[in-house]
């Protein structure tokens, strides 16, 4: 798991991205077709690359621009597919080893780079919030999550902070919840070896009762969407927690 922590952040935006796919259009689509499901809804919506992150003085800049879940698909998340039509990115990821580093990863132009976030909510009692996803979503279906997780996306963009925009809109529109900046504490930005995808682990604590949350959650269509229950876990449960259940490799990095 590569790993970087994040303090002082600062971020900048571009209208020009330095991605640069490896695929034409229709070596995109071919690809497509092997890894999305005929049944599968799924959108190539706006997604928000980081391209690079900067150490300036005590602060750290994350440079940030446009690119598309497609993009993502064909490219960091297909280095460990078994098709042959992703040969490219492959081969010049083979050729640059494995990435040491999260700079690393972030200089191969040929990967999406597409930014998410995981969020993990701790009300004031030391219970942690954890969500199980389903069975019909594209990546890491049934498997167990942090409370909220999504990509930075379009309207994220246009605000000042896109991670604390991302963050507040995810969490509302999957448990109802509002949050404010000052509830959200940027812990770290990690990519596991298997999805490749940079993700910005963001921890919040939380007054209300989590037992009202769920309720929520399982009223709301939009959370349903994706997802199959939330469970409630003690703080000296998490690690057995963690242990006995499938994780995404995002999540396991919370408990640090």
Request: charged share 30%; net charge neutral; proline share 2%.
């Amino acid at each position: 798991m590569l790993k970087k922590e994040l303090k002082n952040v600062i971020i900048k935006k571009s209208n020009t991205t330095e991605f640069i796919s490896p695929y034409s259009e229709k070596e995109k689509e071919a690809i497509l077709n092997c890894l999305i499901d005929e049944k599968a809804n799924i959108a190539n919506e706006i997604n928000i690359r980081l391209d690079s992150i900067d150490e300036l003085d005590e602060k750290i800049e994350l440079q940030l621009s446009r690119t598309s879940f497609y993009d993502l698909l064909t490219t960091n998340l297909s280095v460990n597919c078994n098709i042959q039509t992703t040969d490219k990115v492959k081969n010049l990821f083979t050729k640059d080893g494995q990435p040491k580093t999260i700079e690393n990863l972030l200089s191969r132009n040929y990967l999406s780079n597409a930014l998410a976030v995981s969020v993990l909510i701790q009300d004031k009692n030391g219970h942690y919030l954890f969500s199980k996803r389903n069975s019909k979503v594209a990546i890491s279906p049934n498997i167990t999550s942090v409370s909220v997780t999504g990509a930075v996306n379009d309207k994220d963009f246009e605000k000042q902070n896109p991670i604390l925009s991302c963050v507040k809109r995810e969490t509302y529109e999957e448990l109802g919840l509002i949050l404010t900046d000052e509830q959200i504490n940027i812990k770290m930005i990690v990519a596991g070896e298997k999805k490749l995808q940079p993700v910005v682990l963001c921890d919040v604590i939380i007054q209300n009762d989590l037992t009202d949350i769920i309720k929520k959650a399982n009223d709301n269509k939009k959370y349903l969407e994706e997802n199959a229950r939330l469970s409630i876990v003690l703080s000296g449960e998490l690690l057995q927690f963690l242990k006995c259940n499938k994780m995404t490799e995002a999540a396991i990095e919370h408990r640090s």
